[in-house]
């Protein structure tokens, strides 16, 4: 962390040239040790010594999409010995409902857990304050996975309390609200639409809670709920913009006037029609992750919109602003007992299905949810009787789940595809 808290505070152009220097070496790395790159770079005729010699050289490698990984999964892998002994296994849903597996090594993992307390350092939260997680837990081999003893011993070293977003029951809420009045002063991390119901919970329930900050990610983030969020938890509420695939992308500050750019660990293009655009003009975002050697991901299409800003934030820290205009939307589900459930435990257990182009979870009443299914190959059909068990348990047993295979799948207006949805009032 000590290293993250002195880059925050370089200039514009002394974090620059260290950007430099981190894509020099990434692309040195995947010139020697993955198989992709490699071949890649030979038949467009770029040499890292190239991007060294001109910056603007690193805009002839193609952009790196998701059917790029999917179909190039194994070549993307590094072939360094050392490193792939220590390799973690990663998935995503995705914003657009295509589940894609990534792999990353210890260093990154190490990085992003570093990054998330730096971020809470940013709400005056120090190492040993109490934090809060309202966060989700991936079913497990046809069960919720319980917590370990270890589990159990690395939350009370750190202070940590968790309570499963995938079911939000009025019961789970009370505990974490009675441990908040117990534990004053600490920090919630949450998704934005579980932070919302939870300070709309608080509310009518009259409990009093003084945190330091609430920090939410993986949906947009709009004025009212924000507002109803700091009144409910007597705190600000600190926005962030990050993904499974690359980590922190960008996250909000004390000052609450944009998102800064988490550029120690991510490189951000923002592209139309493949050319870059100026600053303060949206376009596509092509991120680069600069610590995760496991698996590069060079010039990957994200596939979220939005600009970037050279207008510096009055917090003083040089790591330049952005603005995202494209984010993601995630439904809440409802029970017939009226428990609200996080509808993201669904997106996580359709990757284990096996050739999954494209998926969209709808909740059509309270009785009956979809599973809609673009498949690419072969489907474990075994795994459809652990989706349906696992959605009963979240849902209810009374609810009918049903699976469709479909060819294809209808985008928003904005041309993105929602992955959950909620049909019930």
């Known amino acids: 962390m000590a290293e993250l808290n002195r880059h925050q505070w370089l200039s514009a152009e002394e974090i620059e040239a260290v950007q430099r220097r981190q894509l020099q070496t990434l692309l040195e790395y995947a010139d020697r040790y993955v198989p992709y790159y490699q071949a890649l770079f030979a038949r467009i005729g770029f040499r890292p010594a190239d991007f060294a010699a001109d910056p603007a050289a690193f805009r002839r490698i193609p952009p790196l999409t998701k059917a790029d990984i999917r179909r190039h999964y194994d070549r993307l892998i590094t072939t360094e010995p050392a490193r792939r002994k220590h390799l973690f296994q990663a998935k995503t849903g995705g914003t657009t409902g295509e589940p894609l597996w990534f792999k990353q090594d210890r260093t990154y993992r190490c990085y992003n857990t570093a990054y998330v307390y730096h971020n809470m350092q940013w709400a005056g939260w120090q190492l040993g304050d109490p934090q809060f997680w309202l966060w989700g837990h991936v079913p ?51 998704y934005v639409s579980t932070a919302h119901r939870f300070a709309q919970f608080l509310a009518e329930r009259g409990h009093t809670i003084h945190l330091r900050g609430v920090y ?5 983030l709009f004025p009212p709920q924000r507002e109803q969020i700091e009144s409910a938890l007597g705190c600000p509420v600190f926005n962030n913009y990050s993904s499974i695939d690359t980590g922190a992308i960008a996250r909000e500050c004390d000052r609450h006037d944009g998102l800064h750019i988490a550029t ?54 040089g790591e330049p602003l952005l603005k995202v205009v494209e984010g993601r939307q995630i439904d809440l589900f409802k029970t017939r007992d009226g428990r609200v459930v996080y509808g993201a435990f669904a997106k996580d257990l359709l990757p284990a299905l096996g050739d999954v182009k494209q998926f969209q979870v709808i909740q059509k009443s309270l009785e009956r949810v ?24 979240s849902l209810g ?6 699976f469709e295979f479909v060819d294809s799948l209808p985008d928003t207006p904005t041309g993105k595809h929602r992955y959950l949805v909620s049909e019930v009032p």
Request: hydrophobic share 35%; glycine share 8%.
């Open 216 to 220: 939410v990610a993986a949906e947009p």
């Open 140 to 190: 497990e081999a046809g069960h919720r996975r319980q917590p370990s003893a270890g589990d159990w011993l690395a939350n009370f070293i750190a202070n940590r309390f968790d309570v499963d977003a995938f079911v939000i029951a009025p019961d789970d809420m009370e505990r974490l609200a009675r441990h908040m009045e117990r534990k004053p002063g600490g920090i919630l991390w949450s």
């Open 397 to 402: 047993e009374e609810v009918e789940v049903q």
């Open 264 to 317: 120690r660990n991510v490189y951000v293009e923002v592209l139309r029609n493949g050319e870059p655009v100026p600053d303060g003009e949206e376009g596509e975002f092509v991120i680069t992750g600069l610590i995760n050697y496991g698996m590069p991901l060079i010039r990957y299409k994200i596939e979220d919109w939005g600009a970037k800003s050279n207008r510096p934030c009055s917090c003083g820290r």
């Open 370 to 393: 979809v599973f809609r299914i673009v498949k690419e190959g072969e489907i474990n059909r075994q795994q459809l009787r652990f989706i349906e068990r696992v959605t009963k348990d």
